[in-house]
């Protein structure tokens, strides 16, 4: 069984607080179904203005396999190792995880990264956690995502200028919501993915650390906790530095939270065994105050953190942003489609290194994929769609890669696809659209409806762009300049689709 809640009753010498109780609950989600999946959780409660907020427990177990072979050696991959090869891992605080996580009398390790509920949805900046995660789990280890609904509540000492805004508890709810159904999504469907490691259980938990936080009273805290940290080493850490030393300074609050993240780890490893906790390098004074309360209070060894690098472009700048803003990990927030185009569009002088980092080709791909840049003849862009397809299925799902790579197709002047009403409407909402009715358009030439639904601004332009060959009706290049729109050309009744040129379309839907 997956599931080995273990306990470390030898140095358990004082539950600090109350422990989590559970209700059994059946996943609906869209799991395989070679997969069995069973978890329990907390259940929401809801009532007007109160809720308590989830945890969920999930277990997937896939039919016992037999193993190949040729696979047997790398049955008991080194994740450390493997992270470090693909360039994941930017410092660890002991150099015995190496050992800890391969060492086959300890068991499978857990390990937890914390995700702020501060969106509705994940953005590209938890990808890199997610991935981290994810190894493990292929690695044998089990994975913790541990939601912060309590620290969600304060705030953090982020860097930025301002304390972040107070969430209200509806907002919070509904953030937490989001970002477990997408790490559900991406933790239970890993098994699909390409990989070159066995990947063995499968389980993985996701903790909310208000289920403890709401009952931790002041006065035990400071008893208990705050009585082993360490003020000056509190201020010595680089991001409270930075702050104290701007103008707005920073607010007892924030100067809390290293504090707070600390005691989650502790209370983790006593309470749920978890031993490694991850996160991006800006994580780093967190995570140990995490491993110093471990070591301070319960007197053991044994707690390990581990931080990767920001995701970074060769020119320095921060990956994860478009012109239109974040790159939301929730299809609600952004399309599969536009998601795959983000990667897509990986300058050549990136995508190696992300291929290595956000992707679970094996290495030897990797290396081939970017010697085939090198050659004569390589197609451009070739590597950047294989790391588009690699990332959407990894977030996405293989569901969701299919509607990006049939939204790629709809949307290429000239295409062969022939174009259908749900393919159309599946890609509205990522290109301009506007309604008209039937009798607007039929009759009407395609020159005026081009300039009428605003894709060009004169007909002078429209016949211009006409003659050049690129004006299309649902992706047919037309050359008739007086081609008027007829019923045949309405998509299923419908929708149309113009385009000028390569970049801009707009559907018209027929109201
Ligand atoms: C929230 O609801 C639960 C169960 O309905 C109740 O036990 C608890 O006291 C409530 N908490 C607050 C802060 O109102
Ligand atoms: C702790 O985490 C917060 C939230 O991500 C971050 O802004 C802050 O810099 C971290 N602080 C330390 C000391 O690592
Ligand atoms: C490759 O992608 C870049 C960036 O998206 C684009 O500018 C270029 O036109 C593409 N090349 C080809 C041949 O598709
Ligand atoms: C379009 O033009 C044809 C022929 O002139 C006419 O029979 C038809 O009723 C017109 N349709 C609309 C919707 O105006
Ligand atoms: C051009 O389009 C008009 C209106 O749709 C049509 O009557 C005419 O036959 C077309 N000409 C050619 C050469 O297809």
């Known amino acids: ?46 009532t007007p203005r109160n809720i308590s907020l989830t945890s969920i427990r999930c277990c997937v177990q896939s039919a016992p396999r037999t193993i190949e072979p040729q696979y047997k050696v790398a049955s008991h991959p080194n994740v450390v190792q493997i992270l470090e090869e693909r360039g994941l891992i930017e410092s660890i605080t002991s150099e015995n995880l190496r050992s800890a996580c391969s060492d086959p009398s300890s068991g499978p390790l857990r390990v937890y990264c914390g995700f702020d509920p501060t969106a509705e949805s994940l953005h590209l900046g938890n990808l ?224 190696v290194r992300f291929l290595k980092i956000l992707t679970f080709l094996n290495m030897e791909e990797i290396n081939e994929l970017a010697s085939e840049m090198t050659r004569p003849g390589y197609t451009p862009n070739t590597t950047q769609q294989r790391l588009a397809e690699e990332v959407t299925r990894f977030v996405h799902g293989e569901d969701g890669l299919n509607e990006a790579l049939k939204a790629t197709e709809a949307l290429r002047p000239g295409s062969e696809t022939k174009l259908d009403w749900k393919t159309i409407e599946g890609i509205a909402n990522d290109i301009p659209s506007c309604s008209l009715a039937y009798n607007q358009v039929v009759n009407l030439s395609l020159i005026d409806l081009s300039v009428s639904t605003g894709l060009l601004e004169s007909k002078s332009a429209a016949r211009r762009l006409l003659k050049q060959g690129g004006l299309y009706l649902n992706n047919n290049r037309v050359d008739n300049e007086s081609k008027k729109i007829e019923a045949e050309d309405i998509v299923d009744g419908k929708v149309l689709l113009i385009s000028a040129g390569k970049k801009n379309k707009v559907v018209v839907r027929i109201s």
């Not at 609950?25 to 929401?44: D, E, G, M, Q, W």
């Open 128 to 351: 890199l956690g997610l991935i981290v995660l994810s190894w493990f789990q292929r690695c044998g280890h089990e994975p913790v995502a541990l939601i912060g609904g309590a620290t969600g509540r304060i705030g953090d000492p982020s860097g930025k200028s301002q304390e972040r805004p107070d969430l209200d508890v509806n907002t919070l709810e509904k953030n937490v919501k989001g970002i477990v159904d997408t790490i559900t999504q991406i933790l239970s469907q890993n098994k699909n993915l390409n990989s070159n490691v066995i990947p063995s259980g499968g389980s993985f938990v996701i903790l909310n650390n208000y289920d403890w936080w709401k009952e931790v009273k002041l006065l035990d805290f400071l008893k208990q906790v705050g009585r082993f940290a360490r003020v000056g080493a509190m201020i010595s850490k680089e991001s409270v530095k930075k702050r104290l030393e701007s103008e707005q300074g920073m607010s007892y609050t924030e100067f809390t939270y290293q504090l707070l993240q600390g005691y989650d780890f502790l209370y983790l490893f006593q309470n749920e065994g978890v031993s490694v906790q991850i996160g991006g390098s800006d994580q780093w004074g967190n995570i140990t105050a995490g491993t110093e309360l471990i070591r301070k209070i319960l007197q053991v060894e044994g707690a390990y953190g581990l931080t990767f690098p920001l995701l970074l472009k060769s020119d320095g700048t921060k990956f994860g942003k478009s012109e239109d803003g974040a790159i939301w990990l929730s299809p609600s927030m952004l399309s599969p489609y536009k998601f795959y185009q983000y990667f897509f569009s990986v300058p050549d002088a990136d995508v």
């Open 1 to 46: 069984m997956a599931t080995s809640f273990r306990t470390f009753l030898s140095f358990h010498h004082r539950t600090l607080f109350i422990p989590l109780t559970s209700a059994a609950f059946v996943a609906s989600s869209n799991i395989p179904s070679s997969l069995a999946i069973h978890c329990t959780r907390k259940l929401y409660c809801y």
